[in-house]
């Protein structure tokens, strides 16, 4: 079946502007993550959705950082006022239950 | 923050060879898991070793646990040129999935044909 999918793939944006990232989880998987990838910090998680319940916030770097998931499914990470740090490949995944979880392909947000 | 710390951090072996890696982590765990990475994008679930076992296998994979050293081994038998990527090692604390997975830094494979 189909996979974790995330667009855009690839993002190019200037400094200070806002970008939002996509994320479609495997049908039927109640959980999904955000992880942000950096040659500096290695693999990062940054926030977690349980169906509809209203996620943790605290592993967001920033208050420039804000996510959604709607129906409890699509998800978009959303960066305000993007700065070049924000650079980094960021990863969507899911689980339907805790345990393994199924990783989409990345998107790729380079800040000029 | 990392909390799994992969040892080496690179490794180079002949194909048909067994490739050995080695995570270390610093609390106490729910499960750990493994994770492979080609070419810097999606990551592929590899095996998932709860608290409570001490060795696990999959087809050429053989993961050990142990808790009371906090760390964790990762073998590839036989190992082939497509084996070539990152491994990562990565915990859950909770067990809950709140707290996410918190990977190590990876060790980067490369099988030479």
């Known amino acids: 079946g189909a996979g974790v999918s995330q667009s855009p793939s690839n993002k190019v944006t200037e400094k200070g502007k806002d970008v939002e990232l996509r994320c479609d989880p495997i049908s039927g998987h109640t959980a999904l993550y955000w992880y942000r990838q950096s040659l500096g910090q290695g693999l990062e998680f940054l926030i977690y959705f349980q169906g509809n319940s209203a996620p943790d916030k605290s592993g967001l770097p920033s208050d420039r950082f804000s996510a959604e998931r709607t129906g409890g499914s699509v998800s978009t990470l959303t960066i305000q006022r993007t700065q070049q740090e924000d650079s980094a490949v960021y990863l969507c995944?899911?689980?339907?239950?805790?345990?393994?979880?199924?990783f989409g392909p990345g998107t790729r947000l380079l800040v000029l | 923050s990392q909390q799994g710390e992969e040892d080496p951090q690179a490794l180079s072996i002949q194909e048909g060879e067994n490739a050995t890696m080695n995570c270390s982590y610093k609390t106490s765990i729910n499960n750990l898991q493994w994770y492979r990475q080609n070419s810097g994008r999606g990551l592929v679930h590899l095996i998932l070793i709860r608290s409570n076992e001490r060795e696990k296998h999959s087809g050429r994979l053989r993961v050990t646990l142990d808790t009371s050293k906090k760390s964790s081994s990762l073998l590839i038998t036989a190992s082939r040129a497509a084996d070539t990527a990152s491994y990562f090692c990565?915990?859950?604390?909770?067990?809950?999935?709140?707290?996410?997975?918190?990977f190590g830094k990876g060790t980067h494979l490369i099988i030479q044909p």
């Open positions: 990565a915990t859950d604390e909770s067990g809950g999935g709140a707290d996410g997975l918190t």
């Open positions: 995944a899911s689980s339907f239950h805790v345990g393994a979880q199924y």
